[in-house]
């Protein structure tokens, strides 16, 4: 029996249609190594998505495995329950907590980006109930946002895929506008009108749901499965404002921005975003191990500090929080992109990248918008530029050029209104980051008899 039939016959594969896996999947990687990835056939493929964003240091990091296996051999586990702790997780706590802006007062470690989000849900509650405002509990979240997928970050998500026949969003979650300048501008509307009607929306929501009943507001500096959508210019300034004078919290959501992805440390630096809260997973490994963390400011921990004694203990965690292996992984990593300068390269890389797709594809009748920070990108697929009319859906052109780049050895990811995202791994180098642009533009080229027929 083959690898592949016995995938088909034992793997649930999430966001994949059953039908096409069963028809046409699935294609199973052996080995990594810098920014490539090789199937079971030998095939080798440009990873140009990091994996799922998140294989920042790149593939074969020794330094991370070494870690690993020694803290394995170590001491492979031990939690964090009732006062219990462990070396690796000190450390990153310790680093972590330094590293990301605001004055932030603890780490809670998780191990994904879900459950990540579902804590900050739960201490947005937990805080306004300490607080004595057990009214103020509806998170704002936007549009095309992605959170997660369990119950509370899953409703947070403003995706359909992610919410039809699971009976989601929960009805505490009040979703505003996604700030894509080029989907959402009305016509002849500059960046900073647009900036400013977004924040007058905020502020009419707000007003209509009452201060008092609102929580948090949780955004992706760089929006990304939602389509690598960045904000315009003064967003965040204006956000900022809002949320303060109606003392909501602001959950950042660095689950890819954080750990270079934008060339800065972490997207709120890109964006000068003060957090009270921040959400991080991916690139805090770099995806050797899975791992969460929460990192709560001085008031949200004052606060729980303070009612702890009347109130008895937090009752959240897991299992596997602080997670030793993990913990050491993060530590390896984090140590390994500082000593490598692997943000400052994610700036340079990324203008390089930038340049490249813009003086490629900029005048392509097909490309719509080219966008992105850093190396984290998109380019958008259209019927019509003049228009900006898609393509219909049923069309499937994205997945078609992604589909033939696959075939020419490269990793993309189709994403609605025919986007194709790319995130490579901080290492690229310019002359990767021109096969990149090389293939996408081939791919493109070999697509645009389907684009007639589509548009
Ligand atoms: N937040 C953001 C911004 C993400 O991109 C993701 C995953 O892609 C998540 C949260 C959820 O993380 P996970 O898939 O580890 O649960």
């Not at 170590?74 to 802006?101: C, I, K, N, Q």
């Not at 004078?245 to 750990?259: H, P, Q, R, T």
Request: net charge negative.
């Amino acid at each position: 029996q083959s690898l592949e039939d016995l995938d088909r016959e034992n793997i649930f594969h999430p966001f994949t249609l059953p039908s096409e896996h069963m028809a046409h999947g699935p294609k199973i990687m052996v080995k990594g190594q810098g920014v490539r990835l090789t199937d079971n056939h030998g095939t080798v493929y440009l990873d140009g998505l990091a994996g799922l964003w998140c294989v920042n240091a790149g593939y074969g990091r020794q330094e991370i495995v070494d870690a690993i296996a020694k803290q394995a051999a170590l001491l492979p586990y031990y939690h964090s329950f009732a006062s219990m702790g462990t070396e690796p997780g000190v450390y990153t706590a310790d680093t972590v907590r330094r590293m990301v802006p605001g004055n932030m007062a603890r780490v809670l470690f998780g191990c994904s980006g879900s459950d990540a989000n579902d804590t900050q849900v739960k201490l947005a509650w937990y805080y306004n109930n300490l607080k004595g405002r057990p009214q103020k509990k509806k998170i704002i979240a936007r549009d095309r946002a992605y959170h997660g997928v369990t119950v509370a970050s899953g409703s947070l998500t403003g995706l359909p895929t992610v919410h039809k026949a699971f009976d989601l969003p929960l009805p505490q979650v009040v979703r505003v506008r996604c700030p894509h300048f080029y989907r959402e501008a009305e016509a002849g509307e500059s960046e900073e009108a647009f900036a400013d009607r977004l924040a007058a929306e905020l502020e009419a929501t707000i007003e209509a749901e009452g201060a008092d009943t609102i929580a948090a507001f949780i955004a992706e500096p760089v929006m990304g499965a939602g389509g690598v959508i960045v904000p315009p210019k003064g967003y965040f300034e204006k956000v900022q404002k809002i949320l303060k004078a109606n003392d909501i919290l602001f959950i950042a959501d660095e689950v890819i921005c954080g750990f270079g992805r934008l060339g800065t440390p972490f997207g709120s630096d890109y964006f000068g975003i003060v957090p009270d809260m921040i959400s991080v997973a991916k690139g805090i490994t770099s995806g050797y191990q899975p791992l969460s963390a929460v990192i709560v400011c001085e008031e949200v921990w004052s606060t729980i500090l303070e009612s702890s004694d009347y109130l008895g203990t937090f009752g959240h965690g897991y299992t596997y929080t602080n997670h030793p292996i993990a913990c050491a992984a993060a530590n390896a990593n984090i140590e390994l992109m500082e000593r490598e300068k692997l943000f400052d390269n994610a700036a340079t890389a990324g203008a390089h990248f930038h340049a490249a797709l813009h003086s490629r594809l900029g005048d392509h009748p097909a490309v719509g918008e080219i966008r992105g920070v850093g190396l984290m990108g998109a380019v958008e697929l259209v019927a019509d530029r003049a228009t900006k009319r898609s393509f219909e859906p049923a069309a499937g052109i994205a997945k078609k050029v992604q589909a033939d780049a696959l075939a020419r050895g490269l990793i993309l990811r189709p994403m609605m209104n025919d986007s194709l995202a790319f995130s490579p791994p901080l290492c690229l180098t310019t002359t990767e980051a021109d096969e990149i642009v090389d293939i996408l533009a081939a791919s493109i080229e070999a697509n645009m008899g389907a684009m007639k027929d589509a548009g």
